[in-house]
């Protein structure tokens, strides 16, 4: 366990994409969206969002996110965790973005609103926020 714990900080980073998800799909519900965070990480295979695909995708952007917060808490420091990981998670849905969104040429991208944009970035936010408080609770004690 002692040395696992970077796999740790990953597996919380992953299990971050399931409220993200739930926060997109409720605001996408609302109509303040149009794709959640799962459709949004599939975009760079299909031109529509596919929720399977996204399935399969967003794990390995947010272990990757995991992985970023913890390695920051090593080099950094523990203190205010949670909010490099808010900017770790903030930064990691523009980077996924970007790249998913562009090289995918996804019509429904060029089409996201203002507030779409907004929805994603506030869920990078909170899943950063809240991962940084997992993994200085349970990782970096």
């Given at each position: 366990?002692?040395?696992?714990k970077?796999?740790?900080?990953?597996?919380?980073?992953?299990?971050?994409?399931?409220?993200?998800?739930?926060?997109?799909?409720?605001?996408?519900?609302?109509?303040?969206?149009q794709?959640?965070?799962?459709?949004?990480?599939?975009?760079?295979?299909?031109?529509q969002?596919?929720w399977?695909?996204?399935?399969?995708?967003?794990?390995?952007?947010?272990?990757?996110?995991?992985?970023?917060?913890?390695?920051?808490?090593r080099?950094?420091?523990?203190d205010?965790?949670?909010?490099?990981g808010?900017?770790?998670?903030?930064?990691?849905?523009?980077?996924t973005?970007?790249?998913?969104g562009?090289?995918?040429?996804?019509p429904?991208?060029?089409?996201?609103?203002?507030?779409?944009?907004?929805v994603?970035?506030?869920?990078?936010?909170?899943?950063?926020?809240l991962?940084?408080?997992?993994?200085?609770?349970?990782?970096?004690?």
């Amino acid at each position: 366990m002692k040395y696992d714990k970077p796999f740790i900080a990953g597996l919380i980073g992953i299990a971050m994409s399931i409220p993200v998800e739930i926060y997109t799909q409720i605001l996408k519900y609302f109509g303040l969206n149009q794709l959640s965070a799962f459709e949004m990480n599939s975009i760079i295979t299909f031109t529509q969002g596919n929720w399977w695909i996204g399935l399969l995708a967003i794990p390995g952007v947010t272990f990757l996110g995991g992985l970023l917060v913890y390695e920051m808490g090593r080099y950094l420091g523990i203190d205010y965790l949670p909010l490099k990981g808010a900017f770790v998670g903030y930064i990691t849905y523009g980077v996924t973005a970007a790249i998913f969104g562009n090289l995918g040429r996804s019509p429904i991208y060029e089409e996201l609103t203002v507030s779409g944009h907004y929805v994603h970035a506030s869920a990078g936010f909170l899943a950063g926020l809240l991962g940084g408080y997992l993994i200085k609770k349970y990782v970096l004690k």
